[in-house]
């Protein structure tokens, strides 16, 4: 029993002592009944239930003998709860009384007596009583402190010590003194030091709530009152607000509505203007959480008004869920476009109408170009406009609907977004970025040629679109087109970088044509006009030249000529092994084979004492770079290559060892490619986060998973860096990989993408240093699985201990399955949430 | 950025939603004089941050866009002003001290 009552479990207490003394029946368990009576009636009395204090408290005197002597104490405390102070502080009044009573009583009186005015009069102690002094003192500073500003002498209250059980009361008149002086942060102290089982207590959550704080607990009428009369209506709305804030949070829907009741009708009152507002962020909050639009329409005391504030929050209200609904949110900043055009927000042509586009076409950009398809044929099929949300709204609102009564899917269009866009407010980087899209829809080059030319009408001044229209020429073999736009371009700005590598590459394209045609007369032709080019000398070019009369001499079959244009390129560029690399690649742009190189080029290649074989290719793989043709390494060099790479610590820089690892890319020879991203993650110096995508690139496809966090870090890093053709090559990939991966559409919107493609610092580092450590390319672990089974049947057990499909794998795979099969039901019944929020339940 | 995505750069430099650019840039020169970057850096800079915003079409539609926080608190939807603190005797806190 003493156990139940230290835990504060009166009830059960008494129950079990009744228990006892029905079973033992002695004043010993009489004594103990009576105790456990009294701690309940302790326990009444501090839940304010006075009136059943009293009753149980008479009912134990009168029932048993020994209770009138036991329950004394608790009989004074009874009354002092009624108010009847005397009895209580009669006893104080005697000079004999034990100090453990005495401090009992003061207990008492710190916990119950929540009036002054009564303590002040209390006529069984002496008007000189410290007691009585301390609350009439206490008691003319409160009423001083709440009427108005008040003099420092007035609150000092020399006749309350701290030890006094009116302690409190003086901490609380201080709290109010400091709130009425604004000074928040001492009258929130003061708060902190009140008793909290004492009367004073009360006014904390009333005085918490008019200082702006949040609070959990709901406030008694009383204390909604005081904050209504001391702060006025906004500080009821405010609180409203708060509670709705908190409801919210549970999503628990019998919590939400009366607190969207009450919140609504205060503002109505409080701050009438605010009301719409306030019912719109409850509408889309009520969307967020699928809440019944009816009833909360019903709770709010009407509709909420769907002008271009509210289709903007929506919008970002789903934009801002991260989940992608790429197509459902182009479709509610149209509605917003709409509207806040008809309200004057923008102009229909405006450069906000423009960046509104832009905006728009990213989410759809985000999508796989499959998946984009599939999506745009369902949505086109499905959607029939937001006519349930123009239920109850005013003629105004409505005659907006109603100007777009055919449903134009344009926005479904990144193409039709751009070219508005475009069209409107024609700037670089819209061009740019529509540009880019229409490269990407490989399946027709007119269209990214549409968007060049455009570009080039609307801002004639830009290079850009000419040099993309040479190149698209130039990769279609329409050269007269691509010099044709050259010249444009070299008309705008000759000195351009850009447009001088550009006609470096078209000579070098239509000399390599030449040679495929076998018309050597044509090929001197080019080869005058290129060395007549600054740039084509330049570095290793001049080698590059003479690379190509090289080739030239060798399709005319003199040999002899042949020969020493090859030793003369092996003095340019200082190794004989370059040399060869070099006519390999000027031979190949020109149509020869490698029974030619085998026939015509050594054999045994020779690394002269300067550079290493790694260091020899990587230069000529950045030769062919700047002229545009395309270098191959040789598969007799794979293996001395990856020693090299591997093995010796690279002399190469950053620009050699990247280019070297995407011509191993190009012919896909990943373990060379791998073997330079180990050797530029060695490099101190900022360029990691290239070489992690390279190491993205390079890793087999059973590393997916590692292939990933490569990019993710690459990303992460080279925007960290500054190196934003990093960045954008990373997200490219990485949309890529999703779209390669996940045929299926579905399976695509399950997954949770848009989550892993971001890192925190410590994730990045993680990755980097795991791939700074991991030099060596990953071996096939399902390659034991491919081992012939005549082999396979001669491996002992030990051997086949840890073969890859145990049933414990099987089991694993199946969990996953599993998993996959739940998410997907998800899915569905997302979906069909969705789809009745966008056709009826709405508000 | 020196100003927030809730804040409005008009409001920021003093001129209305339809001002004219010319206005928008007079406001601006006029308010950096009355801050200038030595005496009040930190007012200079939302100055200047909120001229970024409004002098690009391009930023200005964005911050237009985006300057809405859906999940923000409702209470957020007040203007942050000081409430009232009005003096009341003592009879209504004396109610919440009688009410247990």
Same mark, same amino acid.
Not at chain 1, 321 to 325: A, G, M, V, Y
């Given at each position: 029993m003493r156990v139940l009552l230290a835990k504060g479990k009166t009830r059960p207490a008494v129950e079990l002592a009744k228990e006892i003394h029905k079973r033992y029946d002695s004043p010993k368990t009489e004594a103990l009944l009576v105790d456990a009576y009294a701690a309940r009636i302790r326990s009444l009395l501090e839940t304010g239930l006075k009136k059943e204090a009293r009753e149980l408290f008479e009912l134990v005197q009168q029932r048993y003998s020994c209770g009138r002597a036991r329950l004394a104490e608790i009989g004074v405390l009874v009354s002092a709860s009624e108010g009847k102070l005397e009895e209580l502080l009669r &006893?104080? #009044? +005697?000079?004999?009384?034990p100090r453990e009573r005495r401090r009992a009583i003061e207990n008492a009186v710190k916990s119950l007596v929540s009036d002054l005015n009564a303590l002040s009069e209390?006529?069984? &102690?002496? #008007? +000189?009583h410290p007691l009585r002094t301390a609350a009439a003192a206490l008691l003319r500073a409160f009423t001083a402190v709440t009427a108005g500003p008040v003099e420092p002498s007035t609150l000092e209250l020399p006749e309350v010590s701290h030890r006094s059980p009116l302690a409190s009361w003086k901490i609380l008149v201080r709290a109010i003194e400091y709130f009425y002086q604004e000074n928040d942060a001492a009258c929130d102290r003061c708060l902190e030091l009140i008793d909290p089982d004492s009367p004073p207590a009360r006014l904390i959550p009333a005085l918490r709530s008019m200082l702006g704080a949040r609070t959990e607990e709901r406030l008694k009428p009383a204390a909604n009152s005081l904050v209504t009369e001391v702060c006025g209506d906004k500080a009821s709305l405010r609180r409203a607000l708060q509670e709705l804030d908190s409801a919210i949070e549970t999503k628990i829907l019998g919590k939400i509505l009366p607190e969207i009741e009450r919140a609504t009708a205060t503002c109505e009152v409080a701050c009438p203007e605010l009301l719409e507002r306030l019912r719109q962020h409850i509408s889309v909050r009520a969307l967020q959480l699928d809440l019944p639009t009816r009833k909360v329409r019903a709770a709010m005391g009407g509709a909420s008004i769907k002008n271009a504030y509210f289709w903007r929050l929506f919008a970002r209200s789903v934009e801002s869920?991260?989940?992608?609904?790429g197509l459902l949110i182009c479709a509610l900043w149209e509605q917003f476009r709409r509207h806040a055009v008809a309200e004057g927000w923008f102009a229909e042509n405006s450069p906000e109408a423009a960046a509104l586009y832009l905006h728009m076409a990213q989410f759809l950009l985000e999508l796989p170009v499959e998946t984009l398809e599939v999506l745009q044929r369902d949505f086109a099929a499905e959607f029939s406009g937001f006519h349930a949300f123009y239920e109850d709204q005013p003629p105004g609102i409505r005659a907006v609907q109603a100007k777009y009564k055919k449903n134009d899917l344009y926005f479904l269009s990144p193409g039709s977004l751009f070219e508005r866009a475009c069209r409107i407010d024609p700037r670089r980087e819209a061009f740019e970025q529509w540009w880019q899209w229409a490269r990407e829809?490989?399946?027709?080059w007119r269209i990214a040629d549409y968007v060049a030319e455009c570009w080039h009408r609307a801002l004639p001044n830009h290079s850009q679109p000419l040099l993309y229209l040479m190149e698209s020429a130039q990769k279609r073999g329409a050269l007269n087109k691509a010099t044709e736009a050259l010249e444009q371009a070299q008309k705008l700005d000759a000195l351009n970088p850009e447009v001088r590598r550009a006609a470096l590459r078209l000579l070098v394209a239509q000399t390599g044509r030449h040679l495929r045609q076998r018309k050597p007369h044509l090929v001197e032709k080019d080869l005058a006009a290129l060395e007549a080019l600054p740039q084509a000398r330049a570095a290793d070019g001049a080698a590059f030249l003479v690379a190509l009369r090289w080739a030239c001499e060798t399709i005319r079959g003199n040999s002899e000529l042949a020969s020493g244009f090859l030793s003369q390129i092996g003095g340019l560029l200082g190794s004989s092994a370059a040399a060869i690399l070099a006519c390999q690649t000027a031979g190949r742009l020109g149509g020869l084979t490698h029974a030619d190189f085998d026939r015509l080029l050594p054999q045994r290649v020779s690394v002269d004492s300067e550079g290493s074989l790694a260091s020899v290719t990587a230069r000529v793989c950045t030769l062919a770079g700047e002229v545009g043709a395309n270098f191959t390494i040789p598969t007799a060099w794979q293996e001395l290559l990856l020693q090299e790479l591997t093995n010796r610590p690279s002399k190469l820089d950053v620009r050699q060892l990247d280019m070297l690892g995407r011509a191993a890319l190009g012919r896909n020879q990943r373990e060379i490619a791998y073997a330079a991203s180990a050797a530029g993650l060695a490099i101190e110096g900022g360029a990691e986060a290239r070489f992690l995508l390279l190491r993205a690139r390079a890793l087999?496809?059973?590393e997916a998973e590692r292939r990933s966090d490569c990019i993710a870090a690459a990303a992460a890093l080279g925007r960290g860096q500054q190196d934003m053709s990093t960045v954008k090559e990373a997200v490219e990939l990485w949309r890529g990989r999703c779209s390669n991966a996940r045929k299926n559409v579905l399976d695509w919107l399950e997954s949770e993408d848009w989550d892993e493609f971001s890192m925190t610092t410590e994730q990045i580092d993680a990755v980097l240093q795991h791939e700074k450590h991991c030099r060596a390319f990953p071996p096939d672990r399902y390659a034991r699985s491919r081992t012939p089974f005549a082999e396979a049947g001669y491996v002992n057990e030990a051997e086949n201990d840890d073969k890859p499909f145990s049933l414990a794998d099987i089991a694993q795979l199946v969990a996953g399955m599993s998993q996959v099969l739940e998410k997907r039901q998800r899915k569905a019944r997302r979906d069909r949430d969705l789809a009745a929020a966008e056709q009826g339940e709405l508000f | 950025m020196n100003i927030q995505l809730n804040e409005d750069p008009r409001e920021i430099l003093g001129v209305l939603p339809n001002a004219s650019d010319e206005t928008i840039r007079g406001a601006y020169l006029r308010k950096v004089k009355e801050n200038p970057p030595d005496r009040e850096p930190a007012a200079f800079e939302r100055i200047r941050d909120a001229y970024e915003v409004l002098r690009d079409p391009h930023r200005r539609a964005m911050h237009m866009f985006l300057s809405v926080d859906p999940e923000a608190p409702l209470l957020c939807l007040l203007p942050e002003s000081n409430p009232e603190r009005r003096f009341t005797g003592p009879h209504p806190w004396l109610v919440v001290l009688g009410e247990k």
């Open positions: &006893l104080l #009044s +005697d000079p004999a009384l209390c006529a069984v &102690l002496a #008007s +000189d869920s991260r989940k992608p609904f829809q490989e399946s027709d087999p496809e059973w | -």
